[in-house]
């Protein structure tokens, strides 16, 4: 397969990539994809209606493009309508459309170029609940079926804040233009809303397989498929599950559900990419499941002094995912029943467990990793966070959930056990977590379709990379470029960020039609005073001289990578987020600077393994240096703009 080697200038890549004002776009679309007048479905129903709503206004956009071409190689047929309703960003997909496109998929075996003939419908705002229920009534109106399936494809958090704007609780789809990321009772309402009856709801997006999120949804759809974990960019494998609907349209909901997790399993394992974990639930027991968890709620409350202990040491062994306040409920519930003495204790455990047995219909999860702890998974979590993981605020947030006030006279909620013991730690000397403005940016870019890297060591002692997914704790993330195609990656920080220290790195990992690249990295940090891109610096990168696989676990090769004796590693200056109101700094003054003292964090005894798959590459040396020799003289202009 042809690696496309793309680069999208800085020039182009406005200021609004995280959230400030910008340039203007021509809003010429790409003759990709064509708008046409506003089609009309069939009048006979058919079997189903699969419906994508894409938020790609976002920095995902790129994925936005590939799923889109995923889906076409499948298309639709008289039994099963795939119908799209997509924004892209005219900074990360600058030749793409620049309004919102709708439209009915269809087959093309062209996976550079996207055929269907979707109309435009103006420039929506993807992150509004009208918009979302627009969608939805439109397409089950002009496409309808016997089933309908929905999927929401973008960045998600579970029902934590993404960006803290006016005390909204943000739960998935984001819209940068819009400034908008709708909420999940907002999500819930557009649903409701619509007035449809969905067979299923597909999260294609990170960290929502929660109970938090599930409660929601109760009575809006009979199943529910998402992720415990971050979903690498790649997201949902369209292609083979859209084949497998279009080779048996008689499949029920139950068969759909239950089929999305092993596809999404397969398509990962298969190709060695990073960790997975993909669960369906019947929401039929959504209601049953919140009633027993308010009265193992109330047990917990009423013996705390006895089983304050277990509690937290269930959740300090339980599994745990890219949000280490995000735990598997079944492993944790488990653990608690294995420690404790009380009986009361015990057997409502035992009615939860029987509860989630029936209510989880499918649990696919995948590591690389031997021993890893999401192998543990068992398919919904629940937060559970530490007094040191979580913010007054976040605290303030969470109780306003619908599992914290709906029913609330009728008994204690899981919002007052986490009340408790984050109480607990708070009396064991734990403080809240620090914060400070982010909103930063930083943009890897090389000029050879090479693979490299960009890893952001985030001051929580975890790592962030596009090819661990595409959420991190204090931040979102571009694709990995093997998956996009693009010589490029980068890392936007949400809008406020854990205190402390953000190291980058970059990793020469494999070489492409060359064994070479010149990577660059740039810089963004509007709160700081910079507010243009800043190039950080340039450097050579081969794999001539390799860095040991385990670099990372010995303090003298550890040293070697800090002063860039390796040629396939490259560690940049780290960034320090304090709080800019207690500290007088120039608008100007950048605060890079170059960190060897950062040993002393080195509690982390390895580095996430990187897949071994990746795209096979196609590219000529002649047809490989003349996109370099076009690449030069832009990346040339835009330095002497620094």
């Known amino acids: 397969m042809l690696k496309r080697l793309k680069w999208i200038g800085l020039a182009t890549a406005a200021v609004l990539l995280i959230g400030c004002g910008g340039g203007s776009s021509n809003g010429s679309s790409s003759s990709s994809s064509s708008a046409s007048s506003s089609s009309t479905g069939s009048t006979n129903a058919a079997k189903w209606t699969y419906m994508v709503y894409i938020a790609g ?40 459309p620049t309004s919102t496109l709708r439209g009915k998929i269809e087959k093309d075996n062209d996976l550079e170029s996207i055929s269907s003939h979707f109309s435009s419908i103006g420039d929506r705002d993807m992150g509004s609940r009208k918009e979302l229920t627009e969608f939805v009534k439109w397409a089950t109106s002009n496409y309808p079926a016997d089933h309908y399936a929905l999927v929401l494809w ?17 739960g998935a ?18 649903i409701r809303d619509s007035g449809v009856a969905l067979d299923i709801i597909d999260f294609d997006a990170c960290l929502m397989a929660m109970y938090e999120v599930a409660y929601e949804f109760k009575g809006l759809a009979k199943y529910m498929t998402f992720s415990e974990e971050s979903e690498p960019g790649d997201g949902n494998p369209y292609n083979t599950i859209l084949q497998a609907l279009i080779n048996n349209p008689d499949m029920s909901g139950l068969d759909l559900v239950t089929l999305v997790p092993t596809k999404f399993k397969e398509h990962y394992q298969t190709s060695d990419r990073s960790k997975i974990t993909k669960s369906s639930v019947d929401l039929q027991y959504v209601e049953q499941l919140h009633s027993q968890i308010k009265d193992l709620s109330d047990l917990f409350i009423q013996n705390i002094g006895q089983e304050r202990t277990y509690l937290q040491t269930a959740r300090g062994e339980a599994a745990s995912y890219t949000y280490a306040t995000n735990i ?18 015990k057997s409502k455990i035992s009615d939860i467990s029987n509860t989630l047995s029936s209510m989880i219909v499918a649990n696919k999860i995948y590591s690389p990793t031997p021993n890893d702890s999401i192998l543990q998974s068992t398919g919904l979590a629940i937060f559970i966070p530490q007094r040191s993981e979580v913010t007054e605020d976040e605290i303030t947030k969470y109780s306003q959930l619908a599992i914290n006030t709906a029913g609330r006279a009728t008994g204690s909620t899981w919002g007052e056990v986490i009340n408790t013991l984050i109480g607990e730690d708070s009396n064991n000397g734990q403080n809240p977590l620090e914060t400070v403005a982010g909103n930063f940016a930083i943009w890897l870019e090389w000029d050879t379709d090479s ?9 929580n002692d975890e790592f962030a990379a596009p090819y661990i997914g595409t959420t991190s704790t204090n931040g979102f993330l571009s694709d990995d470029s093997a998956n996009s195609g693009m010589s490029i990656e980068y890392y936007t920080a949400a809008e406020v960020i854990q205190k402390g220290e953000y190291d980058i790195f970059v990793n020469y990992y494999e070489d492409g039609s060359l064994n070479y690249a010149n990577a660059s990295l740039y810089f963004l940090d509007p709160a700081n005073g910079i507010t243009e891109w800043k190039l950080l610096g340039t450097r050579y990168m081969n794999l001539n001289n390799t860095a040991p696989t385990d670099w990372f676990e010995h303090e003298e090769t550890r040293d070697e990578v800090w002063n860039d004796v390796y040629s396939d590693w490259w560690w940049w200056y780290n960034q320090t987020y304090f709080d800019r109101n ?11 600077y170059k960190g060897k003292n950062m040993k002393i964090r080195l509690h982390v005894n390895h580095l996430p393994s990187k897949n071994s798959y990746k795209n096979s590459v196609d590219i000529d040396d002649e047809t490989a240096m003349s996109i370099r020799e076009q690449l030069l003289p832009l990346r040339q202009n835009m330095n002497k703009a620094q």
Not at 332 to 341: D, E, H, L
Not at 451 to 459: A, C, M
Not at 584 to 590: I, K, L, P, Q
Request: net charge negative.
């Open 328 to 345: 598997d409920f079944g492993d944790f519930i488990n653990r608690v029943a294995n420690k404790t003495g009380n009986t009361d204790i």
């Open 582 to 592: 207690n500290i007088s700094r120039s608008a100007s003054e950048t605060l890079l």
């Open 57 to 96: 206004d976002n920095n995902l956009a790129t994925s936005a493009i590939k799923d889109i071409n995923e889906m076409e190689t499948v298309g639709s047929s008289n039994d099963v309508n795939v119908v799209v309703q997509v924004e892209y960003s005219k900074n990360y997909t600058p030749k793409m």
């Open 173 to 190: 789809l984001q819209d940068t233009s819009s400034d908008s990321f709708m909420s999940l009772p907002d999500l819930a309402g557009a």
């Open 451 to 459: 693979d490299l890297d960009l890893i952001v060591w985030e001051p």
């Open 154 to 170: 973008d960045h998600g958090a579970g029902w934590k804040i993404s960006r803290n704007a006016a005390g909204i609780i943000r």
